[in-house]
T-cell receptor, first 113, second 115 residues
């Protein structure tokens, strides 16, 4: 039972435009959300996070939006750069669940120069 | 440098053999995790450990075993009972006693191929 879902396996965006990656979750107990970026044959690296007490968190070109009522979060990358091409995973956690993270299936982003 | 190391990067094993994947961290993190990644799937939790000498099964623990004798080390054994062991294995660690949820830090991964 997939508690975190990324329904778009891939996304292509022109360099300089905005990339929007989406993530949905089913467990209302989740209170912390993260985005990871992963290159082939490497471990994921942390990108940005958001707590459930916020609805937006921004870090440079990356902004994460959280809509708790819709159980939806999104990652915006603007402007997109070719080096952003990677697989992006969203993850969710609930305090008191053994610090487990639940990961989505990933979205492969390709930024076209 | 602080970080998580996994070795080897590529591992080949014959069907029916057990194999152990190494994971070491010098971040002084209490919690450690093992995930596997398959094409088109997210990271699935195999086992995790919040403290030395203690570990819990994740979502797909069958056919795997772990030990946590030292804080720095969390080796994963893929046994012959694991029906589809070919995958990319990722180890992660995290500070346990965070007042606010913290991130996991991942190692570079081990690609296991069963021949």
């Amino acid at each position: 039972d997939q508690q975190v879902k990324q329904n778009s396996p891939s996304l292509s965006v022109q360099e300089g435009r905005i990339s929007i990656l989406n993530c949905d979750y089913t467990n209302s107990m989740f209170d912390y959300f993260l985005w990871y970026k992963k290159y082939p044959a490497e471990g994921p690296t942390f990108l940005i996070s958001i707590s459930s007490i916020k609805d937006k968190n921004e870090d440079g070109r990356f902004t994460v939006f959280l809509n708790k009522s819709a159980k939806h979060l999104s990652l915006h990358i603007v402007p997109s750069q070719p080096g952003d091409s990677a697989v992006y995973f969203c993850a969710a956690s609930a305090m008191g669940t053994g610090n487990q993270f639940y990961f989505g299936t990933g979205t492969s982003l390709t930024v076209i120069p | 440098d602080g970080g998580i190391t996994q070795s080897p990067k590529y591992l080949f094993r014959k069907e029916g053999q057990n194999v152990t994947l190494s994971c070491e961290q010098n971040l002084n993190h209490d919690a450690m995790y093992w995930y596997r990644q398959d094409p088109g799937q997210g990271l699935r939790l195999i086992y995790y450990s919040q403290i030395v000498n203690d570990f819990q099964k994740g979502d797909i623990a069958e056919g795997y075993s772990v030990s946590r004798e030292k804080k720095e080390s969390f080796p994963l054994t893929v046994t012959s009972a694991q029906k589809n062991p070919t995958a990319f294995y990722l180890c992660a660690s995290r500070p346990r006693n965070s007042a606010v949820a913290d991130t996991q830090y991942f190692g570079p991964g081990t690609r296991l191929t069963v021949l």
